[in-house]
């Protein structure tokens, strides 16, 4: 009996131990819950995606006084170099936070593939106008209901293509080279009807893919060429801004809902401060990148308006074909002044 009785009192003073660690320790951190969270970026560590990415993580930190901590994955790391798979993992919340384009986001719902429509946008100004519009705001209700937090937009830019046979200026040059496009059908038609082989792969195999020729070519924005060296095994780049790629800034909606008021407001603030970051810093380095990419030895071509007409001319028949999949309204939402 004595020793029932000396076993509760010990049983009992270890549970008054163990609830008054746990009281300090919520004390110490105000009662608010701690995150260690992930994100992803497609690209590597000298690209304005990842040096965004770290300046909201580093902002978050400190607003919140380490409770919340955003460690940083360069080149789809977590998700073995596939970028639709990093989506994916987004959604299924896996990952936490991402820098993706809605080219990718458009295996989920087609009609996020909108925005990459050839031609759509004349330039920036236009770009800045139509993103923090009734466009940018139709494309957040559409990632809402996949399962994604919007926290805003980046910018990877405009989209050129590069290749090692000859200098591209019409769509007669483009005929039978092979290019690596993003994965989607929409590029595939597109790119076929310029007359060119499109072949899809994930942007991690890119460059060995260059570098064996296997393949021609290949389109991506400056950034990307850039930060990926892709002047090591590409000579031509046409300047043909054919297609805009803005960055989705997601995280995972369950997540989002499941955080104090306090702790959304200021990861939106952090957000919107990288995302304005990484689009000036892209901005701003771009001429610079151009210079020394030139540098290098890659040889820069400017299509004269006359031969941008005949890409856009090559190009009107993806409107006809995909308007139904991007819905007429949403369209019509980028198209407005």
Same mark, same amino acid.
């Given at each position: 009996?004595?020793?029932?009785?000396? +076993?509760?009192?010990?049983?009992?003073?270890?549970?008054?131990?163990?609830?008054?660690?746990?009281?300090?320790?919520?004390?110490?951190?105000?009662?608010?819950?701690?995150?260690?969270?992930?994100?992803?970026?497609?690209?590597?560590?000298?690209?304005?995606?990842?040096? +965004?990415?770290?300046?909201? +993580? &580093?902002?978050?930190? $400190?607003?919140?006084?380490?409770?919340?901590?955003?460690?940083?994955?360069?080149?789809?790391?977590?998700?073995?170099?596939?970028?639709?798979?990093?989506?994916?993992?987004?959604?299924?919340?896996?990952?936490?936070?991402?820098?993706?384009?809605?080219?990718? =986001?458009?295996?989920?719902?087609?009609?996020?593939?909108?925005?990459?429509?050839?031609?759509?946008?004349? #330039?920036?100004?236009?770009?800045?106008? &139509?993103?923090?519009?009734?466009?940018?705001?139709?494309?957040?209700?559409?990632?809402?209901?996949?399962?994604?937090?919007?926290?805003?937009?980046?910018?990877?830019?405009?989209?050129?293509?590069?290749?090692?046979?000859?200098?591209?200026?019409?769509?007669?040059?483009?005929?039978?080279?092979?290019?690596?496009?993003?994965?989607?059908?929409?590029?595939?038609?597109?790119?076929?009807?310029?007359? +060119?082989?499109?072949?899809?792969?994930?942007?991690?195999?890119?460059?060995?893919?260059?570098?064996?020729?296997?393949? #021609?070519?290949?389109?991506?924005?400056?950034?990307?060429? =850039?930060?990926?060296? !892709?002047?090591?095994?590409? &000579? =031509?780049?046409?300047?043909?801004?054919?297609?805009?790629?803005?960055?989705?800034?997601?995280?995972?909606?369950?997540?989002?809902?499941?955080?104090?008021?306090?702790?959304?407001?200021?990861?939106?603030?952090?957000?919107?401060?990288?995302?304005?970051?990484?689009?000036? !810093?892209?901005? $701003?380095?771009?001429?610079?990148?151009?210079?020394?990419?030139?540098?290098?030895?890659?040889?820069?071509?400017?299509?004269?308006?006359?031969?941008? $007409?005949?890409?856009?001319?090559?190009?009107?028949?993806?409107?006809?074909?995909?308007?139904? #999949?991007?819905?007429?309204? !949403?369209?019509?939402?980028?198209?407005?002044?």
């Amino acid at each position: 009996m004595k020793w029932r009785k000396l +076993a509760l009192i010990v049983v009992s003073a270890i549970l008054l131990v163990a609830l008054a660690g746990c009281g300090s320790s919520k004390s110490a951190s105000g009662g608010k819950k701690s995150y260690n969270l992930k994100m992803s970026v497609t690209v590597s560590e000298s690209s304005t995606w990842y040096k +965004a990415a770290e300046k909201f +993580a &580093k902002e978050v930190e $400190e607003k919140t006084d380490g409770r919340i901590k955003t460690k940083v994955y360069p080149n789809e790391q977590l998700s073995g170099g596939d970028s639709a798979k990093g989506v994916e993992m987004l959604v299924k919340g896996s990952t936490d936070f991402s820098y993706h384009s809605p080219i990718i =986001y458009s295996v989920l719902d087609a009609r996020l593939g909108v925005v990459s429509a050839p031609f759509l946008f004349k #330039d920036l100004n236009e770009v800045d106008q &139509k993103m923090n519009g009734k466009g940018g705001e139709e494309l957040k209700k559409i990632l809402s209901e996949k399962g994604i937090e919007t926290l805003g937009f980046g910018e990877n830019g405009f989209r050129q293509v590069t290749n090692s046979v000859h200098p591209i200026k019409t769509p007669t040059d483009l005929k039978g080279l092979k290019i690596r496009i993003p994965g989607i059908k929409m590029y595939t038609d597109l790119w076929r009807g310029y007359g +060119a082989d499109p072949t899809a792969m994930t942007f991690s195999e890119v460059f060995t893919a260059l570098q064996q020729n296997t393949i #021609d070519g290949q389109e991506n924005p400056i950034d990307v060429i =850039y930060s990926s060296k !892709l002047n090591e095994v590409q &000579k =031509y780049i046409s300047m043909w801004n054919y297609s805009y790629d803005p960055l989705i800034f997601g995280m995972n909606k369950k997540k989002f809902d499941s955080m104090s008021p306090d702790d959304q407001k200021i990861i939106k603030e952090a957000a919107k401060n990288a995302n304005e970051y990484q689009i000036k !810093l892209a901005r $701003e380095q771009e001429e610079k990148q151009i210079q020394e990419l030139k540098d290098s030895g890659m040889e820069f071509y400017y299509p004269t308006d006359a031969e941008i $007409e005949q890409f856009k001319k090559a190009s009107e028949n993806i409107y006809k074909t995909y308007e139904k #999949d991007w819905g007429a309204d !949403l369209l019509k939402a980028f198209q407005e002044s």
